[in-house]
């Protein structure tokens, strides 16, 4: 089954806090991304992995980092969350190819920071 | 600044109606995306559209693509209350390719 997994669905934190929000795939995409979706502004793209530790930044990296070990998973931590890191947190997957290719979305992490 | 941005904020139609969605991009692609968002999910992908085709189809959904005015449009045919989204085009960047989003069209379709 091709599937994009998000946990947590919800999470609620304090300015401050530490966030690990993570996400896994079972389609061996070589490929993954993290987006922020916020009203108005679309999904911004804020970091892309094209494999195990071989990560880039994307348009919003600042105050975000990834981490990718194993190819089926992917972090986002946020180190001392600020009360702009509110947003609903989208994690996806694709084949590397020479062009485009499908992105497949998990159903988003939605972040509260207070 | 924004690479790819639907020309509407918002649409609403009636069932069976149809309806077309527009998108602009800023750079040359080698693909464009057309994707789909329901309330409490992410998006899903509805028709990829590569720089060297014109049009594609996937049901009742139709693709263009004109590479010389960058612009794309996707159309809905018979429209159903499921149909109730909002729609993104997303385009690489050429080379180095990150997806990137416009800020989509919130669709209503009303029974």
């Known amino acids: 089954d091709m599937k994009v997994t998000q946990m947590p669905r919800y999470l609620i934190k304090r300015m401050g806090e530490n966030v690990l929000l993570e996400c896994g795939q079972d389609?061996?995409?070589?490929?993954m991304y993290w987006y922020r979706q916020d009203p108005g502004l679309g999904l911004q793209l804020i970091y892309i992995?094209?494999?195990?530790?071989?990560?880039s930044e994307g348009d919003i990296p600042k105050g975000y980092r990834v981490s990718r070990k194993k190819r089926e998973h992917f972090s986002l931590i946020l180190d001392s969350a600020k009360t702009n890191q509110t947003s609903v947190y989208f994690c996806a997957s694709s084949f590397a190819g020479p062009s485009a290719e499908t992105l497949y979305f998990g159903s988003g992490t939605r972040l509260t920071v207070l | 600044s924004q690479l790819a941005e639907e020309n509407l904020w918002a649409l609403s139609v009636h069932e069976g109606e149809s309806v077309t969605v527009n998108c602009s991009y800023k750079?040359?692609?080698?693909?464009l995306q057309w994707y789909r968002q329901k309330s409490g999910e992410g998006p899903a992908q509805l028709i990829l559209?590569?720089?060297?085709?014109r049009e594609k189809r996937n049901g009742r959904l139709r693709a263009t693509l004109d590479t010389s005015s960058q612009s794309s449009s996707l159309s809905i045919t018979a429209t159903r209350c499921e149909d109730t989204a909002v729609y993104f085009c997303?385009?690489?960047?050429?080379?180095?390719?990150?997806?990137?989003f416009g800020k989509g069209t919130s669709l209503v379709v009303h029974p």
């Open positions: 992995s094209y494999d195990v530790d071989s990560n």
């Open positions: 559209i590569r720089s060297n085709e």
């Open positions: 389609m061996s995409h070589e490929t």
């Open positions: 750079t040359s692609i080698t693909a």
């Open positions: 997303a385009t690489d960047s050429g080379g180095n390719y990150k997806p990137t």
